[in-house]
């Protein structure tokens, strides 16, 4: 092995969390039910993909564009009160990484803008020599077309990299471009598929590191 690849969200930051508050009090405020129920579906999915899922839920006619814009704004409002939260051991690791010389790349079904902002604000977009998003495909995961593409970005072998994934679907995607998956879970714990398709999991990234040190 001689690359990793990153998902962010629920990985490198704990946004997941604060997507699914903000997706809950739009609905909330909406009158929509189950809300807590669909929002699961759509972790580590792109726009295109949530979106079809949303719409089987409450209708083909259901403004969907404008439940996200509001969802967004409650978004990135809790983000500017409270600030972009990282994940514990993130700097870490990738400062491990680039010591040894890794190669590290990162493969986020987010949007680009948003993608670049949390790096940016952060400090750490220099560590990733490729940063690919959901807008760069048009489906993401499960399919395995994002990881793909940034192991082409990275001018690696899939089979030559680590996928560090929190969500089922980020593991199906990286498992089924023929990487090596790494759990870290989050919001949804493992099942018996995620164990038989994760190469380890881990309970955070220090747990992580360690496995990476070991294997040199």
């Given at each position: 092995?001689r ?11 704990d ?6 508050e903000?997706?809950?009090a739009?609905?909330d405020?909406d ?5 807590e ?8 999915r792109?726009?295109?993909d ?35 939260p ?9 400062d491990?990484l ?16 948003s993608?670049?902002?949390h ?13 690919v998003?959901g ?8 399919l ?8 082409r970005?990275?001018g ?9 994934e ?16 790494l759990?870290v879970?989050?919001?949804l714990?493992?099942d018996?598929e ?19 040190k070991?294997?040199?």
């Amino acid at each position: 092995m001689r690359a990793v690849v990153f998902d962010m969200d629920g990985v490198l930051f704990d946004t997941e969390r604060v997507c699914m508050e903000s997706w809950i009090a739009v609905a909330d405020l909406d009158g929509l039910p189950d809300m807590e129920k669909i929002f699961p579906q759509c972790i580590g999915r792109n726009a295109n993909d949530s979106k079809k899922i949303v719409l089987e839920a409450y209708g083909q006619d259901f403004d969907y564009d404008r439940f996200r814009k509001k969802a967004s704004d409650f978004f990135w409002d809790s983000i500017e009160k409270n600030g972009l939260p990282m994940m514990a051991g993130v700097r870490e690791i990738l400062d491990w990484l680039k010591e040894e010389k890794w190669i590290v790349g990162l493969a986020s079904s987010t949007k680009r803008s948003s993608v670049m902002h949390h790096l940016g604000q952060s400090g750490i977009k220099d560590y990733f020599q490729a940063v690919v998003t959901g807008d760069m495909v048009e489906h993401s995961k499960p399919l395995p077309d994002i990881y793909l593409l940034a192991c082409r970005a990275l001018g690696i072998e899939p089979c030559e990299a680590y996928a560090v994934e929190d969500s089922p679907n980020g593991i199906r995607s990286a498992y089924a471009a023929g990487m090596c998956p790494l759990m870290v879970p989050d919001m949804l714990q493992p099942d018996e598929e995620m164990r038989h398709l994760s190469h380890r999991i881990f309970k955070d990234l220090a747990e992580v590191l360690d496995f990476m040190k070991l294997k040199g």
